[in-house]
T-cell receptor
Framework: KAGVTQTPRYLIKTRGQQVTLSCSPISGHRSVSWYQQTPGQGLQFLFEYFSETQRNKGNFPGRFSGRQFSNSRSEMNVSTLELGDSALYLC???WGAGQPDTGELFFGEGSRLTVL | LAKTTQPISMDSYEGQEVNITCSHNNIATNDYITWYQQFPSQGPRFIIQGYKTKVTNEVASLFIPADRKSSTLSLPRVSLSDTAVYYCLVAYSGTYKYIFGTGTRLKVLA
């Protein structure tokens, strides 16, 4: 079956702009989580969604937001971009319910954002 | 939530066994530990998971001691293609908040 799909794969923005990234999970997966990856900070958890509800979030400013649609697809938005937002943004999907949360996540290839 | 740390880097030679440790202080008895492998410009890929003692699959073993303050990923007989960054992840039960370790860059030498 198809894996996790993230779009766009690459994008360049300038400071002050906003960006929206999209994630389509594996069919049947209802949980989507988002991560920011930078050389200095590693993989940092942004937020997790299940059935259109945010169940948890990491320590990021309010400029970072997300949502999930009824078909489990998810988007994240970053407003008022800063240079430090340049990173690889990864999303991951999992079943999300009905079994222990083992942390077995299926990742997409990521969206590489460059802020100039 | 506990801070999760790993050695920054490790070198090994082909055919050797590699052990990578993740320190996560105290975690609850039903919190899972999961390990991932990541190659450049790719998303992390699942390797193994467990929550107690020892788990083994076709590519790795995971050891979790009784005090659960650490866990160790063991890769038997590594090859050049195992050169990658390895991350541990603590899945804190019921929180749906996934905290990754700092990552270990493994370099396998011929």
């Amino acid at each position: 079956k198809a894996g996790v799909t993230q779009t766009p794969r690459y994008l360049i923005k300038t400071r002050g702009q906003q960006v929206t990234l999209s994630c389509s999970p594996i069919s049947g997966h209802r949980s989507v989580s988002w991560y920011q990856q930078t050389p200095g900070q590693g993989l940092q958890f942004l937020f997790e969604y299940f059935s259109e509800t945010q169940r948890n979030k990491g320590n990021f400013p309010g400029r970072f937001s997300g949502r999930q649609f009824s078909n489990s697809r998810s988007e994240m938005n970053v407003s008022t971009l800063e240079l430090g937002d340049s990173a690889l943004y990864l999303c991951a999907s999992s079943w999300g319910a009905g079994q222990p949360d083992t942390g077995e996540l299926f990742f997409g290839e990521g969206s590489r954002l460059t802020v100039l | 939530l506990a801070k999760t740390t790993q050695p920054i880097s490790m070198d090994s030679y082909e055919g050797q066994e590699v052990n990578i440790t993740c320190s996560h202080n105290n975690i609850a008895t039903n919190d899972y530990i999961t390990w991932y492998q990541q190659f450049p410009s790719q998303g992390p890929r699942f390797i193994i998971q467990g929550y107690k003692t020892k788990v083994t699959n076709e590519v790795a073993s995971l050891f979790i001691p009784a005090d659960r303050k650490s866990s160790t990923l063991s890769l038997p007989r590594v090859s050049l293609s195992d050169t990658a960054v390895y991350y541990c992840l603590v899945a804190y039960s019921g929180t749906y908040k996934y905290i990754f370790g700092t990552g270990t860059r493994l370099k396998v030498l011929a």
